[in-house]
């Protein structure tokens, strides 16, 4: 059993002295196998440890559900759904930067109800006051779900029938 254990480190520190064969990807995440009672050796990589997902690959995913969920919102609002549908299809990234916006001000102190009353005061058309009672129930939800918490403020759109209130 020794001889095994030694051989398998020797082998691993080999491997990774060998010119263009990078150490880290010779080297297993020992806490993704688990060995059976039976001897088996299982590996839970991909679906108990999973993969590691790159931060930008996190911002996309929190972009496309922002857009899908956006896209859901928007049905309820029959007068505008059809314009505000073509905006986020054309330029998902507009919408997307309103709502990181939203969130940057949320950080910065000002309330939700402050930058409300600042869009009401810009905003006049019927579309531009959905568009933006949308951005910011969904703000919060996926760039800065921590402040939801802290604020009290939900960040569902369920109950939010009237955009003028």
Not at 51 to 72: C, G, H, L, M, P
Not at 135 to 151: D, F, G, H, V, W
């Amino acid at each position: 059993m020794k001889f095994l254990r030694l051989s398998a480190t020797l082998s691993t520190a080999v491997i990774s002295l060998l010119p263009g064969v990078p150490a880290a990807a010779q080297e297993p995440d020992y806490l993704c196998f688990i060995t059976t009672p039976s001897g088996q050796v299982l590996d839970l990589s991909e679906s108990l440890c999973g993969s590691k997902k790159s931060k930008s690959e996190v911002a996309a995913n929190s972009d496309q559900a922002f857009v899908e969920d956006y896209t859901r919102s928007v049905m309820a609002y029959p007068d505008v759904r059809d314009s505000l549908l073509a905006t986020i299809q054309q330029s998902p990234d507009l919408n997307i930067r309103q709502a990181k916006n939203i969130c940057d001000q949320l950080k910065s102190g000002i309330s939700l109800e402050a930058i409300k009353i600042k869009q009401s005061e810009e905003i006049v058309e019927q579309a531009g006051i959905v568009n933006a009672t949308i951005t910011n129930n969904l703000a919060t939800k996926y760039y800065c779900p921590e402040l939801s918490i802290k604020r009290g403020h939900s960040s569902g759109v369920g109950g939010e029938g009237n955009p003028h209130a």
